[in-house]
Antibody
Framework: QFQLVQSGAEVKKPGASVKVSCKVSGYTLSELSIHWMRQAPGQGLEWMGTLDSEDGETVSPQKIQDRVTVTEDTSTNTAYLELRGLRSDDTAVYFC???????????????????WGQGTLVTVSS | SSGLTQDPAVSVALGQTVRITCQGDSLRRYSASWYQQKPGQAPVLVIFGLNNRPSGIPDRFSGSRSGNTVSLTITGAQAEDEADYYCDSRDSSGRHWEFGGGTKLTVL
């Protein structure tokens, strides 16, 4: 089983940017699809986005798509999530996870996230 | 808000069977997976592809689907199963993913 190891906690001021890293060990990043999730204090999981394998662009929910960028550095086997224009409600633990899949037919594919990184706490406070 | 709906909290007596459900229109087309999360820890995959368990997950965990609802069943719940459980699937567009709001399981 390969592992995902994330960077350490960050404290940022409102309006700043943060870049969280996720280093893959035991596998080749280019053969994986890394997704990003976050979890605000006491709240549930929220999918943040991933890299489109066809065009290399960030795919993310509409409500954050203008503030988030996902990138990868295959030379260091590391994926990154950048979030700009930070607000207090961006305070959360950010997770990376590897998407796995099994295709049963052209129209039927199971997907799941395993393994997950340990999480990175990002605190936005003035 | 998520298109996947879960009951916020469920309780079960030790050794009894509990079912945790996740409902959403996208589940008619896409499969779901289930994650267990304990306080201060990252989520752990427990069920994928309707009813498959990763290695290391006890066989008391199982999954099923009926219409637009998927279920996680724990047969003979143990104290260590007390945790938050989340379902996830692609959304109706097929290009994004989403999680249910989570179910807090209490083992009495």
């Amino acid at each position: 089983q390969f592992q995902l190891v994330q960077s350490g906690a960050e404290v940022k001021k409102p309006g700043a940017s943060v870049k969280v890293s996720c280093k893959v060990s035991g596998y080749t990043l280019s053969e994986l699809s890394i997704h990003w999730m976050r979890q605000a204090p006491g709240q549930g999981l929220e999918w943040m986005g991933t890299l489109d394998s066809e065009d290399g662009e960030t795919v993310s929910p509409q409500k954050i798509q203008d503030r988030v960028t996902v990138t990868e550095d295959t030379s260091t086997n590391t994926a990154y999530l950048e979030l700009r224009g930070l607000r207090s409600d961006d305070t959360a633990v950010y997770f990376c996870a590897a998407k796995q899949w099994e295709r049963h037919s052209p129209a039927e594919e199971d997907t799941w996230f395993d393994p997950w990184g340990q999480g990175t706490l990002v605190t936005v406070s003035s | 808000s998520s298109g996947l709906t879960q009951d916020p909290a469920v309780s079960v007596a030790l050794g009894q069977t509990v079912r945790i459900t996740c409902q959403g229109d996208s589940l008619r087309r896409y499969s779901a997976s289930w994650y267990q999360q304990k306080p201060g820890q990252a989520p752990v995959l427990v069920i994928f592809g309707l009813n498959n368990r990763p290695s290391g997950i006890p066989d008391r965990f199982s999954g099923s689907r009926s219409g637009n609802t998927v279920s996680l069943t724990i047969t003979g719940a143990q104290a260590e199963d007390e945790a938050d459980y989340y379902c996830d699937s692609r959304d109706s567009s097929g290009r994004h993913w989403e999680f249910g709001g989570g179910t807090k399981l209490t083992v009495l």
